[in-house]
């Protein structure tokens, strides 16, 4: 859509979709919650839980990408607002003694329908926004994406004091994957893309893209890291409310979209790159030698983290889809499927914690992702001719 005009009919249904995107992202900081809820010996079997969220990424989101070719994105949409309400019944329906496999149940169904709602919603954006600024607008579904997760330790702090429970968030969350299905279920949208099958060969062939393959292994890095962040943060200080880092984190996210919304207009959208994945990896580094102090120093250098990774994944999204133009469908599920990197965070990192026994080491991990995604800027903006 090369028009400057956005018909917001469609245009805040897509985004709502953004807003229950988030919920997948809960489970890292959820993690350390239901932890609490059992023996320390179920620890290494819990930190697997953000696995089964992400393992569908893996495992989906190209065979999704040809679904939604044949179906469809809306009815992709829908099918995955479906899976992720019920995802998110399983455990609480179970009680405050819920067991183990069914919080892996719920997540993983969580999980999967999460894939078809990336899968679908990404490029259903992407077709709406005007070309010229198809990373603003990703951008912005960036916004209503983080707000989900900004609003998730309030929430959980208020149903606690409330109700006495943190797992009432799952039912709120529930609900809300309920009202933004049936938004988009009565919103006409225009299928921008050919309605034909693509199998996985279709799909992995645009891998010798070397754009699309650059993207593909950033976006993997960007989730990686970011779910580091998460299941880290509450680790890094000492305070009556550890979670509050996680808000401090995803509030700066939410900044940092609002300011790339309006820089990406006026500046290269890999340039911006570039500069926010130096800060990033400073910010690292200065957080891994600052563990121990002040916990607001950590707070703040967290907090600025946020702001820096803000605009990842709407970067290499457009830069992805705009190299394989026609093929779009294809390329979202190739960047839905390194999502599923972030399977891999917790449990490294948590090795990694438990053999040095300091949760700061764990950002070695998270440095490493950043280094990449800062050569993998600067190789797309060379290879753009951008400076």
């Known amino acids: 859509m090369s028009e400057y005009a956005v018909d917001k009919r469609q245009l805040f249904p897509v985004l709502a979709g953004f807003f229950v995107m988030g919920f997948c992202d809960m489970i890292a900081p959820i993690t350390n919650l239901v932890a609490a809820d059992f023996p320390d010996e179920y620890a290494g079997a819990v930190s697997f839980l953000p696995t089964m969220v992400f393992l ?14 044949r179906i469809g994105r809306k009815n992709t949409a829908m099918a995955g607002y479906i899976l992720t309400m019920a995802g998110l019944v399983v455990p609480y329906t179970a009680g405050a003694d819920c067991p183990l496999w069914r919080y892996f149940a719920g997540f993983g169904l969580l999980g999967i329908g999460n894939t078809a709602i990336q899968v679908a919603v990404n490029p259903m ?52 994957t309920v009202v933004c299905g049936i938004w988009l279920n009565h ?5 921008y893309s050919a309605q034909s099958s693509a199998g996985f060969g279709e799909c992995f062939r645009l891998l010798g893209n070397r754009t699309v393959a650059v993207c593909t292994a950033g976006v993997a890095c960007f989730i990686a890291g970011d779910v580091g962040v998460g299941y880290l943060s509450a680790q890094l200080v000492q305070t009556d ?28 959208d890999l340039k911006y790159l570039t500069w926010n994945m130096a ?37 290499l999204f457009a830069s992805a889809t705009k190299a394989a133009p026609g ?56 290879k753009n001719g951008a400076r």
């Open 279 to 315: 800060a990033a990896i400073a910010l690292c580094a200065g957080v891994f030698f600052t563990a121990g102090c002040a916990p607001w120093v950590v707070f703040l250098q967290v907090g600025l983290m946020g702001f820096t990774m803000a605009c990842i994944f709407a970067t």
């Open 241 to 268: 409310n550890p979670i509050l880092i996680t808000t401090g984190y995803y509030a700066c996210r939410i900044v940092g979209t609002i300011a790339g919304a309006v820089v990406l207009t006026r500046i290269s």
């Open 56 to 69: 569908w990424f893996l495992l989906l989101s190209v065979p999704m990408a040809g679904m939604m070719n």
């Open 187 to 191: 919103t006409r949208m225009d299928e």
């Open 125 to 176: 954006l992407a077709a709406i926004a005007p070309a010229e600024k198809m990373t603003s607008y990703l951008t912005v579904g960036q916004i209503f994406r983080n707000t989900s997760l900004l609003l998730l330790a309030p929430l959980v702090a208020w149903l606690t004091a409330e109700f006495g429970s943190w797992r009432y968030i799952m039912p709120v969350y529930a609900g809300i």
């Open 327 to 382: 093929r779009e469908n294809e390329a979202s599920g190739l960047m839905i499927l390194a999502i599923s990197a972030g399977a891999l965070s917790a449990p490294i990192i948590g090795v990694v914690v438990r053999t040095v026994g300091e949760a700061r080491w764990g950002l070695v991990f998270v440095a490493a992702c950043l280094c990449y995604i800062l050569w993998a800027s600067r190789s797309l903006a060379r």
